[in-house]
């Protein structure tokens, strides 16, 4: 199976940034709809933003929407989110996930490779 890095995530205080990042050691994420997802403890799965492979399109959870920017990076190979104003709610642990050849704005979760996983943590 694919393998996914994530990278980038720690201990924040609330109104903070961190800066996430995802990428793939053995190949190109050209071809991959790539998705962060998060979950905190006790908690369902979320989507929480999504980068297109062909066009660029990006899909954001209301949640984050106005806070987190997702960005690819071709020559890095990585698809980073940025996020700012963190919230005590925003902890959980961020996947990344990757979908080759994906038609849509987000990786179908059953089809995507995955990361292992970086926790955020958002705490005075």
């Known amino acids: 199976q694919r393998q996914l890095v994530e990278s980038g995530g720690g201990l924040v205080q609330p109104g903070g940034s961190l800066r996430l990042s995802c990428t793939a050691p053995?190949?190109?994420?050209?071809?991959?709809?790539v998705g962060w997802f998060r979950q905190a403890p006790g908690k369902e799965r979320e989507g929480v933003s999504c980068i297109s492979r062909r066009d660029g399109n990006t899909y954001y959870a209301d949640s984050v929407k106005g806070r987190f920017t997702i960005s690819r990076d071709n020559a890095s190979n990585t698809v980073d989110l940025q996020m700012n104003s963190l919230r005590p709610e925003d902890a959980a642990g961020y996947y990344c996930?990757?979908?080759?050849?994906?038609?849509?704005?987000?990786?179908?979760?059953?089809?995507?490779?995955w990361g292992q996983g970086t926790q955020v943590t958002v705490s005075s």
């Open positions: 996930a990757a979908e080759f050849l994906g038609r849509n704005t987000c990786p179908q979760e059953s089809a995507a490779s």
């Open positions: 053995r190949f190109s994420l050209d071809y991959y709809t």
